[in-house]
């Protein structure tokens, strides 16, 4: 479990925190300047933003959830069955929920719960559930919730006396987002039997720069789980299956890492029809 404060006032003025035992990371963006500050290290990354970030559109807030259940059906087309519950409290705010369950048996997402503000439309928590489990396997939500106007102070940020800071002007570097692509990762099938497919070494190697975890770490984690793989094989080839109740894995001895909510049977089908 982890805790996140958020404190927000518009796109381009926000903060997110991170506390932790005698620690805390926050991202604070106040216009085009924006902090990230690690109390562990005392380090702290001052961003200067480009001028001209693309806008996005607001969507529009329904009022009714038989508003919302219509939005969500419009976006989820005939794979998707839709309800609404209502009586749903989250932290401490009347909510109604939006269940959304995958009509194909294939998928091991058993529905996918959005418990939506009934006063001002906000989304308060998603949970997701395993096909047959009745706790989420996934959730993210709010425990408490102000509707209010963070103070400015919260929305500001002053480097701590000896923090060591780094200056970063990514109006120099538009191109930078793009530079994480990666063209090596593809997806078959869609909706809720999309099966991400990547070279499976990068599931069986060792932390990459980045990654906050030691190569020591990934690899005691990567034995574990390769010591819980089944063997397979079919006419797509051989390799070795694991398998959680929301998540399958497929690596072939070909080199391909097949993963997705789904059954074996649909890994197996987008595994076929790799080019040999």
Do not use: C, M
Not at 143 to 168: H, N
Not at 239 to 263: K, N, W
């Amino acid at each position: 479990s982890h805790t996140i404060r958020v404190w927000y006032a518009s796109p381009g003025h926000f903060r997110l925190a991170v506390p932790q035992s005698l620690s805390e990371s926050d991202v604070i963006r106040n216009g085009r300047t924006a902090w990230l500050w690690q109390s562990t290290l005392n380090k702290v990354t001052k961003f200067t933003l480009p001028a001209h970030a693309p806008g996005k559109t607001v969507p529009q807030q329904p009022v009714t959830p038989q508003q919302a259940a219509q939005q969500v059906l419009a976006a989820v087309g005939p794979t998707t069955t839709v309800r609404v519950d209502s009586n749903v409290t989250v932290a401490g705010q009347a909510a109604y929920a939006l269940v959304l369950a995958p009509k194909d048996a294939r998928s091991l997402v058993g529905q996918v719960q959005i418990d939506v503000d009934g006063h001002n439309g906000v989304p308060l928590r998603l949970q997701v559930f395993a096909r047959g489990s009745s706790s989420p396997a996934f959730q993210v939500g709010y425990t408490d919730i102000a509707f209010v106007t963070p103070a400015a102070a919260d929305l500001s940020f002053t480097p701590p006396p000896g923090a060591t800071v780094t200056q970063v002007n990514l109006s120099d570097h538009p191109a930078a987002a793009k530079a994480h692509a990666r063209p090596d990762v593809t997806t078959t099938g869609s909706g809720w039997l999309t099966v991400l497919e990547l070279p499976s070494s990068d599931l069986t190697s060792g932390a990459g720069p980045g990654s906050g975890h030691s190569p020591g770490d990934d690899e005691a984690v990567l034995r574990t789980l390769l010591a819980a793989a089944t063997p397979v094989h079919g006419a797509w080839g051989s390799g070795q299956l694991l398998r959680t109740s929301l998540v399958s894995v497929l690596i072939t001895d070909q080199g391909h890492a097949f993963v997705g909510a789904v059954q074996p049977s649909v890994l197996y089908a987008a595994a076929a029809a790799q080019p040999h």
